[in-house]
């Protein structure tokens, strides 16, 4: 790498998301060192929770956490796919009225895939029983692997958008109309006023300037010495294709993707920073190793009420149950539904109540080994301070199916629901606020985070104590 060259830190959850990513990728924007900060995966199904400089908090699902510093440039990447009407009528609108201009500094390639109506009526049909977030996000990846279906194009992406309106606007009724003589999706009323959104949308993106046209765009500006923090959406454990299928979403979150979707040569990568919350959790259908409550809490989070909308949610649960008397119970499923409201584990995108499980040091050291972790941030030690009835913190440090000790992750949703967990009880850490070495850490709290490290082989270099930038505890290396 020549010296005036910058380079490209990839930033990654390794359990099945929502581990406090945007924090973390807000603490390190805070300190100056990246320029762009960038998105490689996935779409609006992600949802990172930002707090302004003027302290408005702001829910961010497609733009990258970084849009909140005004010399950041944001760039959303060729393997993202992009709902032009959600950005146009909703996310966008909101940055703007947190008082944040995008003017200059958004970029999406406009050889990224849009998601258009097609594709999120056919998720609210085949999306159900993954519990998907409905956002369109599967299709759309289909539309791409699929390209063309006999004459009519399946993958549209922008640039091919912007290059015949006309022919775009005319396949998307072709796509609908063939659906629906297959008895694929139901019929839609509005169906034209929502493609006829789709095409206004997509124009004001390019009138706005935001449709980058140079797929080298990101590769030019870390050439020219640019540093890129480029954040992973979704986690590991949802992996397109190392997650349990079906129960994953659809794109590669592991950080190779990084240097497809993301836009840049690999020559450039520095670190892969992968971010861990001590309160593991997973939104949606599948296998979740250590679940507190495990089928029971499955099905109940997955429960709709007659409109079909989540049933248990935060206001259902706030008003039926008493937290301080959950985290009292040796019900682990009733625990559960306490420790998801004391850390307010509801889905910042879809509002659904997040299944909440152990740390399951296995599958954090498969998904160090995998993403060839460089560090290791963990978030939300404070939460731990939930366990004090139980007395400790119980800790997954093995799996067993048929009675054997398995050395490997299992790769089957089938297997993983079989699994026995090996369980380590862990004492309850100590207050760490101001600690600055690994080696001041205090003794309960050390052995949690040195275990961690061994298991994963990798060092752990920020620990959360508190939502926000303020609340991390950095480690001297
Ligand atoms: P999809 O990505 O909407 O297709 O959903 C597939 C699976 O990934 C479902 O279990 C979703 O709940 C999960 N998922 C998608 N995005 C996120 C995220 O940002 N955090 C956590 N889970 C997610």
Redesign the pocket.
């Known amino acids: 790498m020549a010296k005036h060259e910058g380079f490209v830190d990839v930033l990654e959850g390794i359990v099945?998301?929502?581990e406090g990513k945007g924090d973390i990728v807000d603490e390190k924007l805070a300190h100056g060192e990246y320029d762009v900060s960038a998105r490689k995966n996935?779409?609006n199904?992600?949802?990172h929770n930002v707090v302004t400089e003027g302290g408005d908090k702001l829910i961010l699902n497609a733009v990258p956490s970084g849009v909140k510093y005004r010399d950041i440039i944001c760039y959303i990447g060729s393997g993202c796919v992009v709902d032009p009407v959600h950005l146009i009528e909703k996310e966008i609108p909101d940055i703007e009225k947190a008082g944040l201009s995008l003017d200059g500094r958004f970029k999406i390639s406009a050889a990224a895939t849009a998601i258009t109506p097609i594709h999120r009526i056919l998720?609210g049909e085949n999306?159900k029983d993954?519990?998907?977030?409905?956002?369109g996000?599967?299709p759309a990846y289909v539309s791409r692997a699929l390209r063309a279906n006999g004459k009519i194009l399946e993958n549209l992406r922008f640039a091919e958008i912007l290059a015949n309106h006309n022919l775009a606007h005319k396949t998307l009724r072709e796509q609908y109309d063939r659906l629906l003589k297959h008895q694929l999706i139901p019929p839609v009323a509005d169906i034209d006023a929502k493609i006829a959104r789709f095409m206004v949308a997509v124009q004001m993106l390019n009138h706005r300037g935001y449709l980058e046209k140079d797929s080298n765009w990101l590769t030019k500006e870390v050439k020219s010495g640019k540093n890129v923090l480029m954040e992973g959406?979704?986690?590991y454990g949802?992996d397109a294709v190392l997650g349990a299928a079906p129960?994953?979403?659809?794109s590669s979150c592991v950080e190779g993707g990084a240097f497809v979707g993301g836009d840049v040569p690999v020559r450039y990568h520095r670190k892969t920073i992968g971010v861990a919350s001590l309160i593991p959790t997973?939104?949606?259908?599948?296998p979740f190793v250590g679940e507190f409550g495990g089928e029971t809490s499955e099905l109940y989070c997955a429960e709709k009420d007659e409109k079909g909308n989540t049933k248990h949610n935060k206001v259902f649960e706030a008003r039926e149950y008493v937290m301080g008397q959950l985290l009292k119970s040796d019900d682990p499923f009733m625990f559960g539904i306490g420790l998801r409201m004391a850390t307010e584990n509801y889905?910042a995108?879809?509002g659904?109540p997040r299944r909440v499980g152990r740390i399951d040091l296995k599958l954090l050291s498969a998904a160090a080994l995998r993403s060839g972790l460089d560090e290791l941030v963990l978030t939300k030690m404070d939460c731990l301070r939930y366990f004090e009835s139980m007395g400790y913190v119980p800790v997954i440090t093995g799996y067993e199916l048929d009675g054997a000790r398995l050395g490997h992750m299992p790769i089957t949703a089938d297997e993983l629901y079989r699994v026995k967990t090996v369980e380590e009880k862990f004492a309850l850490p100590e207050e760490i606020r101001g600690v600055q070495r690994f080696e001041d850490l205090p003794p309960n709290a050390k052995a949690l985070v040195d275990r961690i490290q061994r298991e994963t082989g990798t060092r752990v270099s920020t620990i959360g104590i508190g939502p926000g930038k303020q609340h991390k505890v950095r480690l001297a290396a």
């Open positions: 099945y998301g929502d996935g779409a199904n992600a949802g998720d999306g993954i519990g998907t977030t409905g956002k996000v599967g959406a979704q986690a949802l129960f994953v979403t659809s997973r939104v949606g259908n599948g889905g995108t879809t659904r």
